[in-house]
């Protein structure tokens, strides 16, 4: 059982469509995190959720909209993108916030989403 | 304007020779640092933090922080062909401990 599991690993969408992409950890971690990665760009934090409650949205538009039920799943729930959206979408856990040294994070093997 | 920038590559290095890979930082409160490494098609994976002024060992791999110059290096020695990837310098930011700002990786080949 991999540590941290997304799915779907590739999403094709209209600008009109709903979907969301879900990420589930094995760790036993109690922070989970969404990152995006585009090309020729840094990593981008987008949101941190430590024991289910939001601590971090880093100005992401409201087209995305996250949501952790529990400790263990978090999904990014997608509406009315644009193309520039299209990018890897990166899930990430960790033992919790704050850690001694929050750095260790551990990701899954991201969504690969595409906005047509 | 407060980053991590990274040295953009790409680098090339023959087999068994030392990869040198930089990175320097503008947010003097940043405590923490981190190099990962990214496969091609793959996830972010870490392979060493420093949180201290100076070197950090462990096994081929050395990390170096210099926090007056704000500066983080990885030594990468005796490359192999395995070891081409993208290495990706982060430092927490904000005086955050979990609030990290990722350089855009710089991308290592090692011929064989």
């Known amino acids: 059982e991999t540590g941290v599991t997304q799915t779907p690993r590739h999403l094709v969408m209209g600008m009109t469509n709903k979907k969301s992409l879900k990420c589930e950890q094995h760790l036993g971690h109690n922070a989970m995190y969404w990152y995006k990665q585009s090309a020729k760009k840094p990593l981008e934090l987008m949101f941190v959720?430590?024991?289910?409650?939001?601590?971090e949205n880093n100005s992401v538009p409201s087209r995305f909209s996250p949501e952790c039920p529990n400790s263990s799943h978090l999904f990014l729930h997608l509406h009315t993108l644009q193309p520039e959206d299209s990018a890897l979408y990166l899930c990430a856990s960790s033992v919790s916030v704050p850690a001694a040294f929050g750095g260790e994070l551990f990701f899954g093997e991201g969504s690969r989403l595409t906005v047509l | 304007q407060k980053g991590v920038e990274q040295n953009s590559g790409p680098l090339s290095v023959p087999e068994g020779a030392i990869a040198s890979l930089n990175c320097t930082y503008s947010d003097r409160g940043s405590q923490s640092f981190f190099w990962y490494r990214q496969y091609s098609g793959k996830s972010p994976e870490l392979i060493m933090s420093?949180?201290?002024?100076g070197d950090k060992e462990d096994g081929r791999f050395t990390a170096q922080l210099n926090k007056a110059s704000q500066y983080v290096s990885l030594l990468i020695r005796d490359s192999q062909p395995s070891d081409s990837a993208t290495y990706l310098c982060?430092?927490?930011?904000?005086?955050?401990?979990?609030?990290?700002?990722f350089g855009k990786g710089t991308l290592l080949t090692v011929n064989p």
């Open positions: 420093i949180y201290s002024n």
């Open positions: 982060a430092g927490n930011s904000g005086g955050s401990n979990y609030k990290l700002t």
């Open positions: 959720y430590n024991f289910k409650e939001q601590t």
